[in-house]
Every structure is written in structure tokens, then in C-alpha cells.
């Protein structure tokens, strides 16, 4: 009856040894190391942020993770480009905070900073007059107005830096009033940007709805400006002739 209980002990024991083990070797892991989340409940001594807005080149630990206190300036990661954005997942964060001595774990695996590179934005309609400013140097008509070929292009500036176009390598066609040049802000790539030039003209148009027979009167009539080869034959060109 002893030796029976003896082995029934013996049995209980591995089990848990058995169950010891494989405790150890699952769940979710992050490179050599094991992540665990902690409880909601729990008290955190240092806090994540998770919308960062930095004015930057690089992340530091302060903008991530709040109550550091000396270690707020170190730095962690290199910031977005201007106008981007980067996302850092649970995996990462844990393992900037256990390389620095963070108190800190995630409350689940999907949290996560945002992190937003301060900028200010150079629109499209700046861009083409900074181009057409460098090709009239180059022969092209002041009169004329600048089509991009990009229509939506706009460039992104760092909130920490001049907002300096500059407009590079241009080159004009005077036949076709094609022209091609590169453009850039501090500290950004050059890019390539196509277009060409367009003689203008002006054209009467009605300013409100005008029924048949009715007396046009010259309060009717408004001037708009359009490309002149997008001017048909037959439209009206001259207040006169209406």
C-alpha cells in the first residue's frame, strides 16, 4: 500500500515538472525574450504615448514613454520624413523599454505609438510659380501660365527648417513650351517635376442663366481665363460681338 502511494507521488510530480516545462516555452515571445502583458488593473509607473507628434530627425525615449525623467532625451529611432507618419508595434516597444530599464509592459500585444513628423506643406500653385520664375530666364513667357503634369504634387517641409524652395537643373523647350526641373526643401531629395506652358486668353461668359430672346446687359457678362487652344473657332472673344 506504501509503495503504491510512493509511486502515485512520483506520478504527480512529473506531471507538474512536465507542466512547468511547457509553461516556459509558450506564449507570445519577442526574440530571445518572453512578453507578458500586464494586467489592466495594475498601477504603471511610466506611461506610453500613443499619438506623438515630433519636430525632429530622430525619437527620443521622453516622447515615447512619460515619467522617465533623465532618460527622456536618449535617443531611440530615427523620426518619420516630414509630412509621414511611422508606427511602433507592442514587440518593439517592449524591447526599447527592457534595453533602457523601463518599468513598463504592454497592456496587450496590440498596442502601439503613432508617431507624426511636424511639418508644414509647400502647395502646388508656390511650386509652379517658383518654376515659372526660373523659366522665364530661360526664354519662356511671363504671360504664359504653368501646367504641371503632377496636379496634386505638394512637398512637405520640416517645422524646424527653412521653407526654402529651391528649383534646380531646369530645362525649357520653346517649340513644344514643354519644360522638366527639380525641386527640393532642406534636407529633401530633389524631385523631378514635368509640365508645360499655356498662352492664356479671355473669354465673356454669362454670369447668371440668360433665357431666349432676353436683353443682355453688360452686368451679365463675366470674364474667365482659359487656354487659348482650348478656344474654339466660333466663341465669342469681344463683348462687342455678343
Not at 78 to 102: I, M, Q, T
Amino acid at each position: 500500500m506504501k509503495k503504491q502511494h510512493h509511486t502515485h507521488l512520483k506520478r504527480i510530480q512529473r506531471l507538474f515538472v512536465g507542466l512547468s516545462i511547457l509553461f516556459a516555452f509558450t506564449g507570445p515571445t519577442m526574440g530571445d525574450q518572453r512578453i507578458s502583458v500586464t494586467p489592466k488593473t495594475s498601477h504603471e509607473q511610466v506611461i506610453l504615448r500613443h499619438n506623438v507628434v515630433v519636430d525632429d530627425d530622430l525619437i527620443h525615449l521622453g516622447d515615447l514613454f512619460e515619467g522617465i525623467a533623465d532618460k527622456a532625451k536618449i535617443a531611440v529611432a530615427y523620426a518619420p520624413a516630414p509630412g509621414k507618419r511611422g508606427l511602433f508595434d507592442a514587440n518593439w516597444l517592449f524591447r526599447v523599454a527592457n534595453s533602457y530599464g523601463l518599468k513598463w509592459r504592454p497592456k496587450s500585444l496590440k498596442e502601439h505609438v503613432q508617431v507624426r513628423r511636424q511639418s508644414f506643406t509647400i502647395e502646388r500653385e508656390e511650386i509652379a510659380d517658383n518654376i515659372l520664375s526660373k523659366l522665364i530666364n530661360l526664354g519662356a513667357d511671363p504671360t504664359m501660365k504653368l501646367e504641371l503634369s503632377n496636379r496634386s504634387i505638394r512637398l512637405h517641409v520640416a517645422a524646424n527648417s527653412d521653407a526654402n524652395l529651391e528649383v534646380e537643373n531646369a530645362h525649357y523647350d520653346l517649340r513644344t513650351k514643354r519644360f522638366s526641373a527639380y525641386v527640393s526643401t532642406p534636407g529633401s531629395k530633389p524631385v523631378r517635376i514635368t509640365g508645360r506652358l499655356k498662352k492664356m486668353i479671355k473669354i465673356p461668359v454669362f454670369s447668371r442663366r440668360i433665357i431666349k430672346n432676353e436683353l443682355i446687359k453688360p452686368e451679365d457678362v463675366m470674364w474667365i481665363e482659359t487656354p487659348s487652344d482650348r478656344v474654339q473657332n466660333d466663341i465669342i472673344i469681344h463683348i462687342e460681338d455678343l
